[in-house]
């Protein structure tokens, strides 16, 4: 079962580029990593860059029957949620169809592993398929509501973990690693949405589970209003639908009180950040063991917010992964169309570095980085081979800066050591 590929450069990522490199790999797991010698009998792929299996760290599968975002670029979020709120009121759409579409698309993509916020704990899918960590979501304003949104949750997180514990895990918790696809996290979905009531019981029940958390946290200059005075549109979205309480939020509040609770779970990752201040920033970087920042390049773009912060970011020593989030507000799955953004975005920004956000980044947010994220011997044989244009440069950092120019381009996909066959994955 052993097999060897030849790729003109390969990016383990963890390790400096090595051109002319070869990957061995042996039942699905990668032995080793190096360059080509003549004595090694090889599969030579020829002019590709040879990656590994991308992580998207944030997405709505359940948004994956959309052929287009909801609403306009530019629109603000809180019409967008209105829009939507009313998608999710149709009954016609399955969100296991919706999932299922996803997945595959995300596979075609490159994407090997996904963290997908989900509102139920549905794993069933059919191999070829990215290991998804699901984050089930949580809504609950009014004090009232906690106890209620709880008690659903812990049914859920019971239901879904029966079959997991008589597959053979021992918890949940980093069961991504050893299962395919059925991890569970739990998404306490925004400060808006979640009282500070109910997200410290989130977290407490996160943490006594092993479980990560992923939160929305300072999306909009809309959302930092309502947490500092308690009015705005999202007062307003609240009291439309029967869900504003006033006390729910304590007056003068600020993101930064959100990433405290959520640094109390053992892992966490803040979607978005789009308007955490530098003292927020550093605080999540102190707290990198645990919390990761999740950068949305595309989505980010189009809502038309301010500046990204992640030159802050980097600054702060921030772990910043990469999401597509959902087909809600971005045209496709594609996480190498979202370095292609970044690298556009912030040209200054080193492609060594862009690579690690979308891959290993990821992988450590997400708790599987002992098993995915990059080439390295001993973890899964998940790769991607992007086709380089003919007359590329020998500078590594260009090579990158043309993987990331090739976003469309026919990838072949390994996952577990297998190629997945390209149109088992689109039909
Ligand atoms: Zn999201």
Redesign the pocket.
Known sequence: MTSTLRARWVFPVDRAPIRDGVVTIDYGRITEVGKHTCSTAVEDLGEVALLPGFVNA???LEFSHLRNPLGQSGMPLVEWIRLVIAERGRTNTDPSASIQLGLRESLACGITTLGD?ATSAWGGTRWPTPDRLAFLEVIGFSRARATSALAALIEKIDAATEPLLAAGASSTQNAISVLTGNAMGISPHAPYTVSPDLLNRLVEVASRRGMPLAM?VAESRDELALLECGGGPFRELLEERSMWDPDAIPPNSRSGDYLQRLAAASRSLV??GNYLTCDELAFVGENRDRMTLVY?PR?HAYFGHDRYPLESAFHQGVRIAL?T??LA?NPDLNLLAEMAQLSTTFPQVDPFDTLQMGTLAGAEALGCADAVGSISPGKLANLVAVPLPGGIAAEPKEVLQAVYASAYAHFRVWLRGREVDRVATRT
């Open positions: 944030h997405t709505h916020i929305h979607i978005h949305c989505t999401g989030d959902s507000s």
